[in-house]
């Protein structure tokens, strides 16, 4: 099979990726690109996290793999997929892994890695009967998105914690909302729905007063890695800024999510930062859906959380519980002290 590509082709496709927004319009475009040529039969693009975990009953922590597929689904229910036995033998020292050969020299698969960016490590998986050339051809390909990604990862994420930062909340959190305006939740304390929470270390100034911003930094880390560590494979972590976090939790109900982020608060409390030792967090949270606005939402969950700080601080408050009892007016009426 001839690569048949021209000179034309390949400047069209690098236009059409560096105009892309951000990375999920980035990424979609280019596996539109690949689905273009022709002699590729499957891709997907994977984000592989590594991370630390103790297992049920085991003292040590183990590596573990952690991988999601593009497009994350969040309305899909993906603790049953497996997609470690692709990944889990490959070497990490090499950026391009192939089938081996048949007897014309084809290779059916091959994996590229993206590595280098501040967010995650990702993979190209291709599918089809690949020659020398094609793999030259498909390695270009690679190295033109894989600078992309670099681009776009430093503008989405955060420095310090790697997570996802407040522009990339906004357009996620527009996502989500869309998606609940064609699918409207019922009830929503007992149907599977989304909840939008924005997550405040206590009392964080005394920690950078006491123990300098350095610590503060330390902390700030250590608590975006037990984040990650809490929440499922299918909620969405974003640095706020300064000591807020946000998370968007998927497929829970309220009684779910309320447990969900309690269970967060508890983690953290009984946490013993090095140095700093025992800090708490306050949490609001609300339910999104399709008809308000993203920034309304954001504000709900803003206004329980000054509640919460503003009743002992170290708890959960739902804003749908507080604005029974209390008018909206006086709840942007709370003092921090
Ligand atoms: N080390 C560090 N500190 C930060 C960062 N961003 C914000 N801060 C600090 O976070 C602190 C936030 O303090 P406040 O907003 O007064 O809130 P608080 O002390 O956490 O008190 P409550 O939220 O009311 O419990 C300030 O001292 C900021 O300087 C950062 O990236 N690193």
Known sequence: MSLNLTVQQ?????????????YQALTYKFLDILDEI??????????????????????????????????????????????????????????LHLSPPDESGLHAWAIFSIRGSCGPERAIHL???????????????????????????????????????????????????????????????????????????????????????????????????????????????????????VVILNLASQETAIAAFNRFRDVVANYTFPNVGRITVSVGLTHVDGRSMPTTQLDHADKALYYAKDNGRNRVVLYEDISIFTDDNDLSEIELF
């Open 10 to 22: 390949v400047f069209c496709w690098s236009i059409q990726l560096t105009v892309q927004q951000d």
């Open 38 to 95: 022709t002699w590729i039969d499957n891709s997907a693009i994977y984000e592989i996290y590594h991370h630390e975990r103790k297992k049920t009953g085991e003292t040590k922590t183990v590596p573990e793999l952690l991988i999601k597929r593009f497009p994350l689904d969040f309305t899909r229910n993906y603790e049953e997929e497996d997609h470690n036995s692709l990944f889990a033998e490959l070497d990490h020292s090499t950026d």
């Open 127 to 245: 599918e089809g009967a690949f020659n020398r050339k094609m793999i030259e051809l498909l390695n270009n390909l690679r190295e033109m998105y894989r600078n992309l990604v670099i681009l776009h990862d430093t503008k989405e994420r955060d420095v310090l914690t790697k997570l996802p930062n407040r522009q990339s909340l906004d357009a996620r959190l527009l996502q989500v909302c869309e998606h609940y305006s064609d699918y409207q939740i019922i009830d929503k304390s007992e149907e599977k729905s989304s909840w939008i929470a924005i997550l405040d270390i206590d009392h964080f100034k005394r920690v950078n007063d006491d123990f300098g911003h350095l610590y503060g930094d330390e902390v700030l880390l250590i608590f975006s890695q037990l984040m990650e560590k809490c929440f499922r494979y299918n909620d969405f972590l974003f640095r706020f800024g300064g000591e807020e976090f």
